[in-house]
């Protein structure tokens, strides 16, 4: 892909596969093009990797984290259950959310949670909100102490943040989604791999093997999930894409 920018003209030529897209650079079009390079410079430069929530690394695109709040603002859940803790950041994030909200719990699930990352997370001022569960996501046993952290008739949000492979994601959707309350969502972070396979630090296999192939399989099969954008709470622009890491994340269980 070639992109061209004249600051003198004010306009935006991107040429892919062919194609030739010519817009005025300060358009609709023109953010929509410049801001996906960015998110993939950005990623190849590790820029989710400069911020903390409240002292914990979080390892999240901002905008990501402010369209999540947008969610969690609008859904109230009862339980956030994440899988993928690394250092913490988030977990402490989704509780400070539901201390903010006056309701919630959140239950943090990972494979190995290092000793100095769960110290961390038990000192914190938040640590009465969240449940730590060590083991695999998709473990039989770890999927039971899911079940009896959730009450009857709560409402339940999942957020899958753990090994980002097809394969593991597809499992994950198949193991968490009878967790989900109906109205509520499944979120598969982490489709951006699709568009970074060709980045110094991406891989080729992700441009197939991705959550956003995972996603697409899964609602193939279940009717009862739709894939939708959760709608923005304020809106003064002409803009309708998220800036994200998450493209195609949200899976909204209807019935």
Not at 31 to 53: D, M, Q, R
Request: hydrophobic share 40%.
């Amino acid at each position: 892909m070639k992109i061209m920018i004249d600051t003198v003209k004010n306009t935006l030529i991107q040429i892919e596969d062919g194609q030739k897209i010519e817009t005025e650079l300060y358009s609709k079009l023109g953010f929509e093009i410049i801001s996906k390079l960015w998110n993939k410079v950005g990623w190849n430069e590790k820029y989710a990797y400069t911020f903390t929530w409240q002292g914990r690394p979080i390892i999240q695109l901002p905008e990501d984290m402010i369209r999540m709040q947008e969610v969690i603002y609008t859904l109230r859940p009862d339980v956030i259950v994440e899988t993928g803790v690394a250092h913490g950041g988030s977990v402490i994030y989704y509780a400070s959310l539901c201390k903010l909200l006056g309701k919630g719990k959140v239950v943090g699930i990972d494979i190995d949670i290092r000793p100095h990352n769960k110290v961390a997370i038990q000192d914190h001022v938040l640590s009465s909100y969240i449940t730590l569960i060590e083991g695999s996501s998709t473990e039989e046993k770890v999927l039971k102490e899911v079940a009896k952290i959730i009450d009857e008739n709560e409402k339940v949000l999942v957020i899958l943040d753990s090994n980002h492979t097809k394969e593991h994601v597809l499992s994950e959707l198949e193991c968490y989604k009878n967790f989900v309350s109906v109205g509520s969502y499944m979120v598969a972070t982490d489709g951006v791999m699709q568009d970074l396979y060709d980045v110094p630090r991406g891989s080729r296999v992700w441009k197939e093997n991705n959550p956003v192939s995972a996603i697409k399989e899964f609602v193939s099969k279940n009717a009862n999930f739709i894939l939708v954008q959760p709608k923005w709470l304020f809106n003064e622009s002409i803009l309708t894409e998220n800036i994200t890491h998450w493209p195609m994340a949200f899976l909204k269980k209807m019935k």
